[in-house]
């Protein structure tokens, strides 16, 4: 249930060995009540408490909450079909709601059970459905609530708890529900049966009297309990706890003492009846009125009497009887003295007589029993007052009947006595009902009818209510009788009557002594179609009579408490007729409750109570079997079965079993029926096993339906794989058509996002382009806005360029060519170039080096544009000395040790070729620049011989040819040439030094940078220069360019130098 609770029936016969059968009807042994129980019992092991026998609902109570009443419940069981949901109470309204409103015909769920089996908690869900099938308009909601709330109210005062129930209704209901044309709830009605009043005054031991008493004392607010002059202890009134007390025979029965329950909380009860009084739009005087009348009870029953010196009963207590009397508001010595007292009338003389103390108890008790019974009549009527529709038109019915079920108890007394009696009529209600329903189904299918044998008990309700015969009949002629009429003499008289009735038997009546040990003296034995029961005949006398005396009756029409007013009407004193007896009463309300039912289509609810502990998971065989057989559910089985014990609608069955036949798999199109009938052919159905209807297929046996199933259980394994299959493949094709959906989704979008990038790159692209087309065109502008990105970008490109392709060197003059908008700045940038490169150079140059520079350049200063050798010395350093190594060791000893002056240093040495001034012989020397003076020095075997010293400061003239010679002519002044001869050196002077110097620009820069007097060098401009001889004659050097360098004399006896093409 819980597991699969809107599964289709037929999907839990599967689990059938585990959980049983959900209809009783497809047992094998439908005969056994073994094989019944154990169904019930497979069933309420797995928490499933409901077992159908075809359209009767068993109920097992679980003393538990199992969750089956949630609203998502009740909402799935709205609208689906009877078989098609597992058995539950909500299926069986839903059944009678549909047809009720489809057919527009009346109906009732009838519900019976022992006491504690759970009718009324069925009957609440019952109601609850009912009341939930409102459209939730504003009126409906107010109608429903009524219905709701009669519940609560009703259970305040005709629940108590006793032994078997904490809850027990102690009255029988039935509650029309009407509906108007679209099926909503719109009124309701209610009929009782029967209160169980004798609770008022006395109650078993564990039990308690009437709910409403207790809720009272514990939730009334203080001031009405002071108002009621009430005390919150139950245990202080005597109906609620009585004392032990031996004067009072009637009291000395075990107590109450159970004020206090678990289950119950008064206060909170108290509540909800208060709300429901609200609800059910009770006037506050109403209410008012209701609490008086309680509470008055109370104070009646703590009214104690004693006897007098004359055996008169005395009242012990006055404050209880004011307090009864204010709040019946009625005379309180009237009340007392009717208390007290019995006034007879006798051929029209009223004769009043003094009550016994015992006489006074039981009349004391008898207004309390008979206020209280007609203060709840009167609540049932102000409640079907708040629950009459206001609506007109046609209206149908749904009715609920909760009562008693079959009672037998040890000592089995009146009571039992018409509640077996109610049980009887009810069966043969259920009989005739579903005989006819069975009958008619059979005719509407067109089926021929199967004769149903079956127990008719109409010969035991015969036996209790036929007239002048009847047991109620005897009994209320033993009251009316005038003598002493006894229960006894009433079982006498029942011996007489009936002692030949197969059902009937007593101890004296029994002929057979195995029976007459079984049954006491003062019982007599019916055999119910439940089994039999014996009943005690004490007390029967006197429950039928149910005499209240007529003194108290008029102390009760004087009331002005508005309830007690209706409830005891003045006309009640003025009738003569005595008054129905109880027996009676409850024939002629039960005759027309049958008359109520047997005009409804029936629907049952069998409760059964599992144990008598009230414990969950505890089914108790025995218990169960004993209420199977009262309840008759195995009579029921037995009709239902009679004919066949399974039948569906066409529809219904091909759509479950359509695949164990190729014709009907997998989808039959034709008439449903053929389908069917194609279905049962396939499996080879015997042709007694089934018949087709009209719209049903009728199964005989369970085994056929269970022979199905199980073929069905196999094919749903091979399908199961099929579908699995071919599911698998759908939802990998959804799969892969979802993934490729969303593939081609992201490619698309990606493609786009793509495109538009690269498209904005484009534009971006075309835009450069453009500027740089303009910037081009217009390059040679000014700058303007057009082109000064253009002309920005070829400065950084020509700057870029540049940088690449710098001249390293001070020699790399090479430069590229500069872009217009660089025009400017290009030379700039070179000069700055230049001037880094000359700045690094410089930097880098060792004092040796810069000195050779400072000689280069001053050598440039000097011959360039003015010799013609001049540009090969260009690429050669100048160097000190040009002397080999065999001169330069001489130089370093002979000339620096010896010759050399003293401070002088060393600059300059040069081998040479010096020119006599006379007759220009040439002759080999070495020249030798000092600090100081210039040497002329001949080497000659190894030695070093001064020719010529003169100081440098002497020196007047340093003559070249601007040819390409290597001509040196020194001019020293005449005086010197005679110093040198003072000198002893040279006495013969010679004028002008001639000389070949092989590098004369480099000699003739060392001489000037070592001098610092460049004024001294002269560079001829014709061609020839003069020279003074020896004493002081003039010579002339001729000059001239040829083939070859040579330097003679020529024919006129002049020095001719011919200069060369140079090297
Ligand atoms: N379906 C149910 N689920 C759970 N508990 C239940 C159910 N039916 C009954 N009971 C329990 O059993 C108790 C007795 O049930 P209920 O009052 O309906 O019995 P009853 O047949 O009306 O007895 P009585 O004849 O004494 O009125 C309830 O108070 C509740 O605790
Ligand atoms: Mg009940």
Redesign the pocket.
């Known amino acids: 249930m819980e597991k699969a609770p809107l599964e289709r029936m037929e999907s839990v016969l599967e689990d059938r060995d585990r959980i049983g059968v959900p209809d009783a009807i497809l047992l094998e042994d439908y005969l056994s009540e073994t094989a019944f129980i154990d169904n019930l019992k497979k069933r309420y092991n797995e928490n499933i408490i409901y077992t159908y026998i075809g359209h009767v609902l068993v109920s097992v109570n679980p003393y538990k909450d199992l969750g089956l009443y949630t609203d998502k419940l009740l909402e799935k069981y709205r609208n689906v079909n009877f078989y098609e949901v597992p058995p539950h109470v909500f299926a069986i309204t839903e059944n009678a709601y549909r047809s009720m409103t489809s057919e527009v015909t009346d109906h009732c769920i009838l519900i019976s059970g022992e006491s504690g089996a759970g ?2 908690e069925a009957s609440k869900q019952v109601l609850r459905f009912l009341a939930a099938t409102s459209l939730h308009r504003r009126e409906m909601d107010r109608v429903r609530d009524r219905l709701l709330q009669s519940n609560p109210l009703l259970e305040a005062f005709g ?1 108590a708890k006793t032994n078997r ?1 904490d ?3 102690r009255f029988g209901k039935y509650m029309d529900i009407e509906f108007n044309f679209r099926g909503d709830p719109v009124g309701g009605h209610v009929l009782n049966y029967l209160l169980e009043k004798s609770r008022v005054v006395h109650q078993e031991k564990g039990e308690r009297n009437f709910h409403v008493f207790y809720q009272l004392l514990a939730g009334a607010p203080d001031d009405l309990l002071k108002k009621l002059h009430l005390q919150r202890d139950p245990n202080q009134y005597h109906f609620l706890k009585q004392p032990e007390n031996p004067d009072m025979p009637l009291s000395s029965f075990d107590q109450g003492q159970s004020c206090n329950v678990n289950s119950i909380n008064d206060r909170v009860d108290f509540g909800a009846v208060d709300h429901a009084l609200d609800t059910l739009e009770f006037k506050t005087e109403e209410q008012e009125a209701v609490w008086c009348v309680v509470a008055a009870i109370l104070h009646i029953g703590n009214i104690n009497f004693y006897g007098d010196d004359d055996g008169h009963a005395q009242i012990k207590n006055d404050e209880e009887v004011k307090h009864a009397s204010s709040l019946f508001g009625c005379d309180s010595k009237a009340l007392a003295k009717a208390l007290t007292h019995r006034t007879i009338e006798a051929r029209g003389e009223r004769v009043t007589s003094p009550l016994t103390p015992d006489q006074a108890v039981y009349a004391r008790d008898a207004l309390a029993k008979s206020v209280y019974e007609r203060v709840f009549n009167w609540l049932v009527n102000r409640l079907n007052m708040s629950l009459d529709s206001v609506e007109k038109g046609r209206k149908t019915l749904l009715g609920i009947l ?1 009562i008693y079920g079959f009672e037998i108890f040890n000592k089995n007394g009146f009571e039992q006595f018409c509640i077996n009696y109610c049980n009887e009529k009810l069966q043969q209600v259920f009989i005739e009902l579903t005989l006819k329903s069975e009958q008619e189904e059979y005719r509407k299918e067109g089926i021929e009818w199967e004769q149903i044998s079956y127990f008719d008990n109409k010969i035991i309700c015969d036996l209790v209510e036929e007239k002048h015969k009847g047991i109620i009949s005897l009994l209320d002629e033993e009251c009316l009788r005038p003598g002493e009429a006894t229960d006894m003499t009433f079982l006498s008289k029942m011996n007489s009557h009936l002692s030949k009735h197969d059902h009937y038997f007593s101890y004296d009546t029994s002929s057979n002594n195995k029976v007459k040990k079984t049954i006491n003296k003062d019982e007599f034995r019916l055999r119910h179609y439940a089994g039999d029961v014996a009943y005690r005949v004490q007390g029967f006398l006197d429950k039928n009579n149910d005499l209240l005396f007529r003194d108290l009756k008029e102390a009760m029409v004087q009331s002005s408490n508005m309830i007690v007013r209706v409830a005891f009407p003045k006309e009640e004193l003025m009738g003569k007729k005595r008054p129905e007896t109880a027996g009676t009463q409850f024939k002629n309300s039960l005759a027309n409750l049958m008359v109520i039912l047997m005009s409804k289509e029936p629907s049952y609810i069998r409760c059964i109570k599992p144990n008598d502990e009230k414990r969950s998971y505890c089914f108790d065989t025995e218990r169960v079997g004993h209420q199977v057989k009262y309840l008759g559910l195995m009579e029921n089985l037995r009709v239902r079965r009679a004919g066949f014990a399974y039948r569906r609608k066409y529809e219904i069955f091909l759509a479950r079993y359509k695949s164990l036949c190729p014709a009907t798999w997998p989808n039959y199109r034709g008439n449903p029926k053929d389908g069917v009938r194609a279905i049962v052919q396939h499996l080879n159905y015997h042709p007694d096993d089934y018949r087709l209807g009209e719209t049903k297929l009728f199964i005989r046996l369970p085994k056929t339906l269970f022979y199905t199933e199980d073929k069905f259980q196999a094919r749903k394994q091979e399908l199961a794989t099929m579908i699995q299959a071919k599911w698998k493949a759908v939802m990998y094709r959804r799969r892969y058509l979802k993934m490729r959906e969303a593939v081609t989704n992201i490619t698309k979008h990606w493609r786009r996002v793509k495109a538009q990038r690269e498209c904005a790159r484009r534009k971006w692209a075309v835009g450069i382009v453009r500027a740089f087309v303009k910037g081009f065109i217009t390059r040679n502008e000014p700058v303007n806005p057009i082109n000064a990105r253009f002309q920005q970008l070829v400065k950084c490109e020509f700057l870029l360029r540049l940088a690449k392709v710098l001249p390293q060197n001070l020699l790399d003059t090479s430069w590229p060519v500069a872009p217009s908008s660089c025009k400017e700045a290009s030379p700039v940038i070179y000069g700055l170039h230049r001037t880094y490169l000359a700045r690094k150079y410089v930097k880098a140059l060792t004092p040796e080096k810069r000195s050779m520079f400072e000689e280069k350049v001053l050598a440039e200063q000097l011959f360039k544009g003015k010799k013609s050798s001049y540009p090969e010395t260009l690429p050669n350093w100048f160097v000190t000395s040009r002397l080999n190594t065999a001169e330069e060791s001489l130089r370093k000893t002979a000339f620096e040790e010896s010759i050399k002056m003293a401070g002088e240093k060393t600059k300059y040495s040069t081998p040479c070729t010096k020119y006599d001034r006379h007759g220009y012989k040439p002759r080999e020397r070495l020249l030798i620049l000092t600090s100081g003076a210039l040497y002329l020095l001949e080497a000659k075997e190894n030695k070093l011989k001064q020719k010529h010293r003169f100081s440098l400061k002497e020196i007047q003239g340093l003559h070249v040819s601007p040819n390409n010679d290597n001509l040196l002519l020194i001019q020293i002044p005449v005086e010197n040439a005679k110093k040198d001869k003072s000198e002893g050196k040279d006495t013969n002077p010679k004028g002008d030094l001639i000389l070949n110097v092989p590098n004369v620009t480099e000699t003739v820069t060392k001489i000037i940078t070592v001098s610092d007097n460049s004024e001294v060098l002269k560079i001829a401009d014709t061609d020839c220069i003069g020279h003074t001889m020896k004493n002081g004659k003039q010579g002339t050097i001729m000059l001239d360019t040829g083939a070859m360098t040579v330097i003679n004399k020529n024919k006129e006896g002049k020095l001719l130098v011919v200069a060369g093409p140079g090297q």
């Open positions: 009718k009324t629940n129930n809850n027990s209704s909760d």
